[in-house]
């Protein structure tokens, strides 16, 4: 990955993750990731170690623009003995490109003119990939056996990922993945698991499910939630089938999701044909935003009312004055009376109630930061509550309580409401 | 930077960018960041690459745990040389640490004291660098002129963090940042401003302020603004005075952060003493959600109206059926109805509306996909509207939407109303 911005980490490196997925989807194993400026000497330096590291491919990202930082091509041609040359036809086809964007009829501008000039220069014998914005990248095959294939991608991260697919299927790439074995990947998600309850599961697993040290197993939290990621080959598909049997036995409805679908995704599917109203305090906006974050929302979201003050909750929603000074502002009886009002407020069939205690300030004995209440309720006046007290800081409160909200909305839309 | 799950893209590196920074202030230059899995012969090949590169310092983080897993001390040692020893005084010091998660007078278990054992073998003749969890740090110094310093540091960020200070006092650090120049770092934020005329005002600095080339400037675009870091030695003072002028000159209030302080910094100080209401729709609640991210909000955050569904408009914040029909829910009139009806509805006396397009459906070819519409008032009368067809996708049209909102409150509360 080149670029000085994203090495000073100003810029968060989107190819390096993209990129570390599809690898593996091909059955690579990872062996390096590196991050270097826009300076030729170390480039070159990067360069020249993984080529001599005895890896089957590299894969370069970024530095083929058309500025005079953009070095990329030129370090990849030395360091592998290619000497850059002009694509005329390329040339052509980009300098096409560029006259799209400018006014009809004009010809190009001399820098956009020297910008095509720079960019159609690829190395001898390289094949050519495309542009998907201005920038062509190509793929440097092995002159000799013991070298790695050479993949050379922009940076830009949409032009990246449509031209991985016709990297992916030149022949230097589908040689140097030859040896390997196309892993499939299935996730399952599980939720109210602590990773140290999987951990254990994964421990009986070793000594009941046979063939499972073949499996490449990876747990990591997200967001409240657990993921479960099981790499494998197709000769593996019994060990897989062992595996998931025994999460479930051992974690029952804590395992949402046995098709990697998120929970955001099995809310939106129960909430077709209904109509959801949301109340919130503490989320402040972050449930509402988060429902509505998927395309096609506006065909179950009525809206929300995020009721931060204590007199917004009455005149808003309805809350009993007398309610919010008995009981507070976060307690399960005005979770309850939010979701009333949202139903009412919004004439809606379906709503979801957050309110709790973000911090830092703002915590008791009693109720310590991080204590949050959730009620979601349905016309037809079936309900789930919960109560919980999230761990970590503001930030992470907020955003678990919205996670926890659409579980209880996914438990009650699924009509498990006696749990 | 060591860990499986880094490289495969499913955890973030939080620990690059953060030491990043900390080396830039130190006067460094990057020339590399690299990741690579828990396997000794990646780990090992990294650090000869970079020990045999010409750097003057390194600095790794991870793999200091007690797990099998956790190689990095091994490595580092036989690379640098230095074989592992035990500090029988730091052991000791683990094991109160880890008697102190247990249960007053237990004796800690047998697989923590072997932790403990583990965590205490460090190179002969580095300097420890005391746990802030259970695994310490240490730094080698070169044993030849030629060499880099050694680093080692824990990979969770919070160890790292808090232990990064007491790293870069010891001696091999201080030696190998002599030469460096300790660098200030001044940040300017704009908005409305197009990268490429920043570049050409750049450019008019290049040839107008004197000492330019030896300051360190970068430009990034965030969430629909525009930030403009500068980094320079404490020689260059009238350098970057010149620059700020310039850049003052010729983007005017566009350019509305002096000291790096956000926008949300800046709107939160504005509220102080104001009784805020939002009304939003195709932003879905972020709006209100990113306001509140703030610890304090509560201070002047009524609270927000989510009117997704146009009948919710009409019923919940009084926008004229008429006017919908008339003007379309995505309209300046309509915003300035939502600003009113958010106004009486929570009794506040600062409104900020936002209706808008957001996508992929719903557009056409007066009002596509983008188009949004503003509004900001206050009780007193006063008001501010803006309208403007937002770049990219949903997510990011949504976003943009919160930063121009943020930016129409902070002028109409700074009394820009004649913009």
Known sequence: ???????????????????ADRLLELGFELAHLTVCPDRPAEIGAQLRFLLADGVALVVTTGGLGPTDDDLTAEVV??????????????????????????????????????????????????????PVGTAPG?????????EPAIVVLPGPPAELQAMWPIAAGTVPVRRASAGAQALEIGVLRLFGVSESELTETLRIAAGTVDGLARLEVTTCQRRGELELAI?????????????????????GTSLFSLDGSSVDEQVAALLSGRRLAVAESCTGGLMAGRISERPGASGYLAGAIVAYADDAKTRLLGVAEELLASDGAVSAPVAAALADGALRRFGADTAIAITGIAGPGGGSATKPVGYVCWSAKLADGSALAHEALLPGGRAEIRDRATTVGMHLLRRLLDGQTGR
Do not use: C, M, Y
């Open 138 to 146: 190509f793929v440097i095959e092995p002159s000799a056996g013991s």
């Open 231 to 251: 790499r494998h080959g197709r000769s593996s598909a019994a060990s897989v089938k062992g595996l998931r049997e025994l999460i479930a036995e051992r974690h």
């Open 1 to 19: 990955v080149s670029g000085t911005e994203v090495l000073g980490g100003r810029v968060p490196d989107l190819n390096g993750p993209w990129l």
């Open 77 to 130: 041609a030395r360091v592998s003995d290619a000497p850059l040359e002009t694509d005329a036809a390329l040339e052509a086809r980009i300098v096409a490109k560029l006259a799209r964007f400018g006014r009809a009829g004009d010809a190009i501008s001399e820098s956009a003119a020297a910008a095509a000039r720079k960019q159609a220069r690829v190395p001898r014998g390289a094949s050519v990939i495309e």
